[in-house]
């Protein structure tokens, strides 16, 4: 599912996998874990995680907010 066709709002999730795409990026799973699209397993690309180790990433809680149409990650 891409995240485009989540609506704006905020998503309990936990992150599944990371993995570094280049110095500045990483790319992040995420498996939504309550609400009508609990269950449900998306790809995003963030910029404000690079300072992390992406492996050290998996399995952490997140609630991400998708706010017209663009998605983020909070802790």
Same mark, same amino acid.
């Given at each position: 599912?891409? /995240?485009?066709?989540? @609506?704006?709002?905020? /998503?309990? &999730?936990? %992150? *599944?996998?990371?993995? &570094?795409?280049? @110095?500045?990026? *990483? @790319? %992040?799973?995420?498996?939504?874990?309550?609400?009508? /699209?609990?269950?449900?397993?998306?790809? %995003?690309?963030? @910029?404000?995680?690079?300072?992390?180790? +992406?492996?050290?990433?998996?399995?952490? +809680?997140?609630?991400l907010v998708v706010h017209n149409?663009? +998605?983020? %990650?909070? +802790?």
């Open positions: 599912m891409a /995240y485009a066709r989540l @609506e704006d709002g905020r /998503y309990d &999730a936990f %992150i *599944v996998w990371a993995d &570094a795409r280049d @110095e500045k990026r *990483v @790319e %992040i799973q995420l498996a939504i874990t309550a609400g009508r /699209y609990k269950g449900d397993v998306i790809d %995003i690309v963030a @910029e404000h995680f690079v300072t992390h180790d +992406p492996i050290d990433l998996a399995g952490l +809680p997140c609630t149409g663009v +998605p983020r %990650i909070e +802790p």
